[in-house]
């Protein structure tokens, strides 16, 4: 049984190749926490990236964290995606309770991306996706 809190899922776009970035929102009270984004149970082997107590950044292979506490969400940002990153997310929030859990869905996409900077990409095209709605909210 997980504990699903703010919204069921967040659905994000991101193109083959390039990156996308995750934002999980969090409700007050939660800003030192620990942060993670995990796959699967969430078991220890499932975790992806992680913050611990009062930590604001991580890296780990092809993800980083970066956690705002004025805007109270933390972003993970996925670089190099491939298809096979495509699927089910969850961000996570330690408690000594239970966690917290919003859901993520993420859609990797077939599209040409001219990259200019490490996090800013500009979409050239995209194979039957308007590029308006990729990575939208972000």
């Known amino acids: 049984l997980r504990l699903v809190s703010i919204e069921d899922n967040i659905l994000v ?3 083959e190749g390039s990156g996308a970035e995750i934002r999980c929102p969090y409700d007050n009270g939660y800003e030192h926490y620990g942060k ?3 796959t699967e149970n969430c078991d220890y082997p499932d975790i992806l990236i992680e913050t611990k107590w009062q930590v604001s950044r991580a890296e780990r292979g ?4 970066y ?3 004025m805007s109270r969400k933390f972003i993970v940002f996925v670089s190099k995606l491939t298809f096979t990153d495509a699927g089910k997310y969850w961000c996570g929030v330690s408690r000594n309770a239970k966690d917290i859990y919003t859901g993520v869905i993420l859609r990797v996409v077939k599209g040409k991306v001219l990259l ?3 996090h800013l990409t500009t979409h050239t095209s995209a194979e039957g996706h308007d ?3 990729v990575f939208n909210g972000l």
């Open 62 to 65: 092809r993800f980083s964290l």
């Open 67 to 69: 956690h705002d506490t």
């Open 13 to 15: 776009y991101g193109y």
């Open 116 to 118: 200019i900077h490490s």
């Open 131 to 133: 590029p308006r709605h």
């Open 36 to 38: 993670y984004l995990c």
